[in-house]
């Protein structure tokens, strides 16, 4: 992308999603920087300084991606098989920044994924990437093969007598592969059924070995942070944690996409400022400020910071930090009928909260939305809110996040539910959604 500022938008600045630099071309531009000075690090001291840049994982958790390395056996890779794995199944609708770094500078994630598999001493790496990205993996395999010609993979990487190589694997498709567990499950050639935890991936993931699964977008941060170091990388930010974050906005903006700003940054800036506002006749309603996983956010937080804790005490989440936007002339049922048939068809079926509970939802939406709901409706849409949302009562997140948009949904749009509903038929044991079903 023409005219960013590498200093200050490090993610972006080097992608060209007609033709990406080779390995030469990425070394003239300031590529290959971090993992040079890597190499000469002891992998104890790669963790401290990723640790210390305050990098949180940039696919929704926000978890600390130092302490989560600091997680795997310190054995050297010749003493115990190890796995990193890049997770590029992107698959939460109204997120698209990974598909933008892997079509447009792929080199950047191999170098990132090269130095957090010398970090941990791992020798093999996969890329995980979302089947429906074609021309992102025809990049990174084109990517890869250069990478090795190059002396950048494969055995004594540059000389410093480190072994790595990497895999690209496309997936097979499911919104469920995108959950750490059952993206290792898939890899391993079963049905990507999430895993209980503990064990957790660091210790116990990939064919029974130490594995550390992290974002794209996460990885392509790691080359700049030992490149420019610590300090630089948490200057970046406008909060207390470190770095630049891709924020992105999808509906009726004037100008919808993806914006490498300071992590922190407000909702009112990427909107009106990199997206241009809302498009004329349109006002803003609501917004799921990451993804569709999130829980909406009102108009009155249009310009809430979009850091980690700030939108959690709002009650929602930042997540993959890429708003979706409600205007004030779509139907909010209708948005969340449509979320919520995303996520009942994309559960894996493991647990029966998530795969019984989520098609029940969503019948219950199509009998308001069409006209045939009751009160009634609105009341079970309520439990089956206050009963499968909760973490903890299903394997993974998938459940609890499928349920955000509904819950947070059936508070702010309480008055629009209620002119949706028709009045109990009296008498009549079959009425509303339940009955159909019935």
């Known amino acids: 992308m023409t005219g960013l500022n590498p200093e200050k938008q490090p993610l972006l600045a080097l992608v060209n999603r007609e033709t990406p630099l080779d ?25 401290t300084e990723v640790t210390d ?15 989560k390395w600091s997680f795997v056996p310190k054995e050297s890779s010749k ?30 994630l191999i170098e990132g994924m090269i130095i957090s598999a010398y970090a941990i001493q ?5 890329i995980f990437l979302r089947g429906e990205y074609h021309l992102g993996l025809e990049r990174l395999q084109q990517a890869v093969i250069q990478a090795r010609e190059a002396g950048f993979l494969g055995e004594n990487i540059l000389g410093s007598g480190f072994d790595f190589d990497l895999h690209v694997h496309p997936s097979a498709g499911r919104y469920i592969c995108g959950e750490e567990t059952a993206l290792i499950t898939a890899l391993e050639g079963r049905r990507a059924n ?41 200057g970046l930010s406008a909060c207390a944690d470190g770095g630049t974050k891709l924020y992105g906005v999808s509906g009726r903006a004037k100008r919808p996409g993806v914006f490498e700003l300071p992590l922190g940054t407000s909702l009112g800036v990427i909107l009106n400022e990199c997206a241009g506002g809302m498009q004329d006749g349109y006002k803003l309603r609501a917004f799921l400020p990451g993804g569709a996983s999130t829980a909406f956010l009102g108009a009155e937080h249009a310009d809430i910071v979009m850091d980690y804790p700030t939108p959690e005490k709002a009650g929602s989440r930042l997540g993959t930090g890429l708003a979706i936007l409600l205007d004030d002339k779509t139907s909010p049922i209708g948005m969340i009928r449509n979320l919520e048939h995303f996520f009942a068809q994309e559960s894996c079926g493991w647990c029966t909260p998530c795969r019984d509970g989520l098609p029940w939802v969503e019948r219950l939406l199509i009998a308001i939305e069409e006209g045939r709901g009751t009160p009634e409706d609105i009341d079970r849409l309520h439990d089956a809110a206050r009963l499968i949302g909760p973490m903890g009562r299903t394997f993974c997140a998938h459940a609890p996040g499928a349920i955000a948009p509904l819950a947070s949904g059936l508070k702010m749009f309480a008055e629009d539910f209620q002119r949706m509903v028709s009045k109990p038929t009296s008498g009549t044991a079959e009425s509303g959604a339940a009955g159909q079903a019935a």
């Not at 390995?23 to 992998?43: E, H, I, N």
């Not at 305050?54 to 130092?66: I, M």
């Not at 115990?80 to 447009?104: C, H, Q, S, W």
């Open 23 to 47: 390995p030469a071309g990425y070394d003239k531009k300031g590529g290959w920087r971090g993992l040079r000075r890597a190499l000469g690090m002891s992998p104890a001291e790669i963790i």
């Open 53 to 67: 840049s305050k990098l949180r994982g940039r696919g929704g958790a926000g978890f600390s991606t130092g302490m």
């Open 79 to 108: 003493d115990r098989l190890k796995y990193i794995v890049a997770n590029g199944d992107e698959m939460e609708p109204g997120t698209f920044k990974d598909r933008i770094l892997v079509e447009g500078n792929p080199l950047q």
């Open 122 to 126: 791992a020798r093999h790496g996969i």
């Open 194 to 234: 999430p895993r209980a935890k503990p064990p957790f991936p660091q210790i116990g993931g990939l064919w029974g070995a130490p594995t550390v699964v992290n974002n794209i977008e996460t990885f392509s941060n790691i080359p700049h942070i030992l490149a420019n170091g610590t300090e630089w990388y948490l």
